[in-house]
């Protein structure tokens, strides 16, 4: 099985048209987003908690090291949750608290592809094929809504790319201004298939690189010649 970095242990369809506003009042055009196949009621969820969402809500993820930025193209929204296996419900009533965000695609049908001219594009306005729930009191853990998701964020066209980050979490993601990706799969095989659309990768420490090494080396063997590197030695 894959390194524990990547294990989504719970925690904590439609399209979405129309123009959409987050906190702090950035409003973003998204007549022009393409209809995802699934029911809108799963992008009605995430609608409802992100119109609840307060602009003390938005400054508490500021403080907790998220950019304007990523609020303003991921745009968190609170919620309360509860965990059924591997999968999370909204529970407005009695949940856990949580953050929830709607995890897009380049093509719903084939949720494993990466890369994109527009990579930001897709991130905050491309079909969505899942939500993500997430807490900061639990940094490497997460719980899908409906379980298809595979990877969270979209990488640019690897032509001269600069290596690409991989977050060990969403928080790490969010950090980065959405920049990278965090691999959501529990199937090794399925993450060896999604980094090796990378050309570089840019690890988090040596730890991390490693995991990334072996997920690489993941069979049915197919030659590589993605590197990867990390930001930081691990700790002693």
């Not at 990579?119 to 853990?141: C, K, M, N, S, W």
């Not at 899908?144 to 990877?151: E, F, I, P, S």
Request: overall charge negative; some cysteine.
């Amino acid at each position: 099985m894959m390194a524990v970095e990547y294990d989504p242990v719970p925690l904590a369809g439609g399209d979405r048209t129309g123009d959409r506003e987050c906190a702090g009042g950035a409003h973003i055009d998204t007549t022009d987003w393409r209809a995802a196949p699934l029911p809108r009621g799963i992008v009605g969820e995430y609608e409802a908690a992100r119109r609840g969402m307060s602009f003390g809500d938005a400054c508490a993820l500021v403080g907790l090291g998220v950019p304007w930025k990523t609020i303003t193209i991921a745009c968190p929204a609170p919620a309360r949750i509860t965990i059924g296996g591997d999968l999370y419900t909204p529970d407005p009533d009695g949940g856990r608290p949580a953050c929830i965000l709607p995890v897009c695609a380049v093509d719903p049908e084939i949720p494993e592809l990466i890369e994109a001219g527009d990579h930001e594009y897709v991130v905050g306005y491309g079909p969505v094929v899942d939500l993500i729930a997430f807490a900061p009191t639990a940094r490497h853990r997460w719980a899908l809504r409906l379980g298809v998701a595979t990877v969270l964020g979209v990488i640019p066209v690897q032509y001269y790319a600069e290596p690409v980050p991989v977050h060990r979490d969403v928080w790490g993601w969010l950090r980065a201004e959405c920049r990278g990706i965090v691999l959501l799969t529990r199937d090794p095989r399925e993450a060896g298939r999604i980094l090796r659309q990378i050309t570089a990768i840019e690890a988090e420490d040596e730890q991390h690189a490693a995991a990334l090494r072996r997920l690489l080396r993941q069979p049915p063997p197919v030659y590589t010649t993605v590197s990867v590197r990390s930001r930081r030695r691990a700790a002693a």
